[in-house]
């Protein structure tokens, strides 16, 4: 298996915090595995905690919880930004059922197959 030089980093994960501040929810990107072969695909873990003391509300929009629609993540390989090739979504000003309320100390956490998404060859 040859290893592929790859960095992987949130562009931004736009969120809406109510009624305390964003700082108050962390965000974690793990690679699924250490290393990837040529054919294989690519997983990351998205996770999401609140760490405060009040809920947090989160537009699941910018998040990979409700899917991929917008290019959430910058990926690099060899040093050079690939190219995403996912859907972009436009969408009216979002509702009340377009947050996620997640509650003090709750963690939430989705995979994303980033290989299907970005132009990793």
């Known amino acids: 298996m040859q290893r592929l030089p790859l960095s992987l980093s949130p562009l931004l994960l736009l969120l809406a915090a ?13 690679p699924v595995r250490q290393q990837y072969g040529r054919s294989d695909e690519v997983r990351v873990a ?6 405060g003391s009040a809920p947090q509300y989160v537009l699941k ?4 919880v409700e899917g991929m629609t917008s290019p ?11 190219r995403y ?17 997640l509650a003090p100390g709750a963690t939430l956490s989705s995979t994303v197959e980033l290989s299907a998404l970005y132009e990793m060859n």
């Not at 000003?93 to 996620?100: E, F, K, Q, T, V």
């Open 46 to 51: 998205v996770t999401f905690t609140n760490t």
């Open 61 to 64: 929009w910018h998040t990979p």
């Open 18 to 30: 109510a009624p305390s501040p964003a700082q108050d929810l962390g965000v974690t990107v793990t």
């Open 72 to 82: 959430l993540f910058e990926v690099q390989r060899d040093g050079q930004q690939v």
């Open 85 to 101: 090739l996912g859907i972009h979504a436009k969408r009216p000003a979002p509702g009340p059922g377009d947050y996620l309320l």
